[in-house]
């Protein structure tokens, strides 16, 4: 059985104050054509490292690196480009110390990759293809998956407008299923981490996704430390009225929410911009008096 986080109730300074409170960081690198903020900025091996590296130095605990977008209008990538657009970035980011993660639908690429070094497995398909779940089974011990959840009936997202309403029902299900699943292929529950789906992957609205924000201490009872991914995302837009470009205090507001409600590992662009204000949050908190 899943070990239960334990709810906490003492103060919001005590939760900030406790290392254990604190979010790992996963540092965005998009390897990619058409990435719906940055597509097209780190597709040439050299500037994909040097952002990578740039991320690990801000504060960044894992490099996610995605080498085919899965926003709605993005265009298939076959598994082939996809290895060849990031063999060279994750093996310069392993040589350089850093902990990578791939984001990926794709066995063929999770295999390759964690060949090569790469310790986390990211599916925003949340391993329901039976090859990618095959290739979690044969993983050694020390590899981590994140399974994401979506609403989406393909490996991507969709525009189509689905209401909040049974989404907390829908995620429990989702968690106890995926964690049956990866049992099958003998991948144990600590393993996993989950990512409960933000922005197109959960509606075209943003009510969804305000909603797990909300619930999202309650919902880790369930699933364990939860992954959240908000950067820039669309609901954040709808929510402020602002561009993509614009979108980095909403971004802030809602990951810095989320630290305090029981996220495990927060999925960011910008690194440093988190990383900085959860540690002023930390020294408040521990300042004395």
């Known amino acids: 059985m899943w070990p239960m986080r334990v709810v906490r109730s003492q103060p919001l300074a005590a939760m900030i104050a406790s290392p254990m409170a604190r979010p790992d960081i996963f540092g965005i690198v998009n390897v990619t054509m058409d990435s719906f903020s940055d597509g097209g900025r780190y597709l040439h091996a050299d500037k994909a490292v040097a952002h990578g590296e740039q991320l690990r130095l801000a504060g960044a605990n894992v490099l996610d ?37 791939i984001d990926t639908t794709k066995a063929e690429v999770m295999q390759a990759m964690v060949a090569i070094g790469a310790t986390w497995l990211n599916d925003v398909n949340g391993f329901r293809d039976p090859a990618a779940l095959a290739v979690a089974g044969k993983c050694d011990e020390h590899v981590r998956f994140v399974v994401m959840y979506s609403r989406s009936n393909t490996a991507r997202a969709e525009r189509a407008s689905k209401a909040s309403r049974g989404l907390l029902a829908e995620l429990r299900e989702f968690f106890v299923e995926r964690r049956a699943a990866f049992a099958a292929v003998g991948v144990a529950p600590e393993r996993l ?9 959960l509606g075209s609205e943003a009510g969804p996704s305000l909603t797990v924000l909300r619930c999202l201490r309650e919902l880790t009872e369930d699933a364990g430390p939860m992954l959240i991914s908000v950067s820039r995302k669309s609901f ?51 300042t004395p008096g």
């Open 65 to 101: 690196l995605g080498a085919e977008s899965t926003h709605p209008d993005a265009e298939h990538v076959a598994a082939t480009e996809e290895i060849r657009r990031l063999e060279p970035v994750v093996g310069e980011l392993l040589e350089q110390g850093a902990t990578v993660s």
């Open 193 to 201: 981490v989950f990512d409960p789906g933000m922005g197109f992957f």
């Open 236 to 286: 954040l837009g709808e929510v402020t009225k602002s561009s993509v470009a614009q979108r980095g205090p909403a971004t802030l507001a809602a990951e810095l929410w989320a630290a305090q409600h029981g996220a495990g590992f927060l999925r960011t662009h910008d690194v440093k911009a988190l990383h900085d204000a959860l540690k002023v949050l930390q020294a408040i908190a521990s």
